[in-house]
């Protein structure tokens, strides 16, 4: 059984600030993962920042931001928010409930399409 | 994650690789993040929830904009900067996205130095992305300033669909409060490492509860969220 078990078993109260500082040692990793991806996210920020100053338009323009976008976003909850090295059963109860988001938007994406027909059809100029 | 975390709790072994370890952390009668603090678990689930808040706005945004037949403003030259002859689209946004990357680095650092009890680099670091979150803010109070004196508001503006302004000074709003009380809570946790709280575990003015150095890391959780946030905005509203 190591210091960390012999403390967790016998509660808070036993360990000594100091062992209590030891044992949460925790989310200790080098310094050059927080560069790499630092070095990344400040890549994948001035290529979705290109994509807006080379003009590019429809599906090409729209792939290329949300995959920039997902990147940033991944990189920033996995490594930044040390997701990746997280229990398995928070990343979980974290990451899923904001699916719904997604389904919250879909609908709504049908809905506006409706909406905008309906104007376009019986308002003229729209509204 | 098959390895055990080290955590205040002890070492806490996974009752099974994958999603079996899942379900069998999520059974009754026990802790379901065992060896995760309940501060950290507390902020990760409120930033869920303001997840829910930021994600309906873009949903809102995204139904203004998609059922209005009149045409949208352009983001790429509404937000253009003139420097000398020359107009760079979206300028102002590209540096407020890199300074807010770059206050996210800092923190992921102080973060870093604070598990090892580096106290003098933990507050430069904390203070650094203090002074990055709040030249962040101010180039968002200049953009707004910027945009009322072009006759912005959120009833209307000079090229096109009214719904433009009341979504933009709602969503960029809401997230530059985000920062300025992230700014708030950068220069109070900078302030407990400096004084040592987290090393003699002072009690903290508000909770009572002891200071620990996971302190660093849970305000570094809020942190993120709010450059995590800026990622989406960035997209959807400036890059539409």
């Known amino acids: ?127 | 994650m098959s390895e055990a975390s080290h955590t205040a709790m002890g070492t806490v072994q996974p009752a099974a690789p994958g999603l079996r370890g899942v379900a069998a952390d999520w059974s009754s009668d026990q802790r379901a993040f065992k060896n995760v603090s309940w501060g950290k678990a507390m902020m990760w689930i409120f930033l869920v929830s303001d997840t829910f808040v930021f994600g309906c706005f873009l949903v809102a945004y995204m139904t203004a904009r998609m059922s209005t037949a009149v045409p949208w403003p352009n983001a790429s030259e509404v937000f253009a900067l003139h420097i000398g002859e020359t107009n760079f689209p979206l300028l102002l946004i590209a540096i407020m996205t890199f300074v807010l990357i770059s206050s996210s680095g800092t923190m992921a650092m102080a973060v870093n130095y604070g598990y090892r009890r580096n106290r003098k680099m933990t507050a430069i670091l904390l203070l650094a992305t203090a002074v990055l979150g709040a030249a962040f803010v101010g180039m968002q109070v200049f953009e707004w300033s910027k945009l009322i004196s072009e006759g912005v508001r959120p009833w209307g503006n000079p090229w096109g669909a009214a719904q433009f302004g009341s979504t933009f000074f709602m969503i960029t709003g809401f997230h530059g409060t985000h920062v300025t009380i992230g700014v708030i809570f950068l220069l109070i946790v900078a302030r407990k490492v400096i004084r040592g709280d987290y090393d003699n575990g002072r009690r903290g003015f508000f909770t009572s509860r002891q200071g620990r150095w996971e302190c660093v890391e849970i305000m570094g959780l809020y942190w993120h969220f709010v450059d995590l946030v800026w990622v989406f905005i960035f997209a959807f509203f400036y890059l539409w």
């Open chain 1, 1 to 127: 059984m190591t210091q960390a078990e012999i403390e967790a078993h016998q509660g808070p109260s036993h360990g000594t600030q100091k062992a209590a500082g030891k044992a949460e040692a925790h989310q200790q990793h080098p310094l050059k993962v927080y560069f790499v991806v630092w070095g990344w996210l400040f890549v994948l920020s001035a290529a979705s920042y290109m994509v807006d100053y080379a003009g590019l338009e429809g599906y090409l323009r729209w792939t290329l931001i949300l995959l920039f976008m997902f990147l940033k976003a991944g990189l920033i909850v996995a490594v930044f928010m040390h997701m990746v090295w997280e229990r398995l059963a928070l990343a979980y109860a974290i990451l899923l409930p904001p699916l719904a988001v997604v389904v919250f938007m879909v609908l709504m994406a049908l809905e506006s399409d409706y909406t905008f027909l309906t104007r376009v059809m019986f308002l003229n100029s729209g509204g």
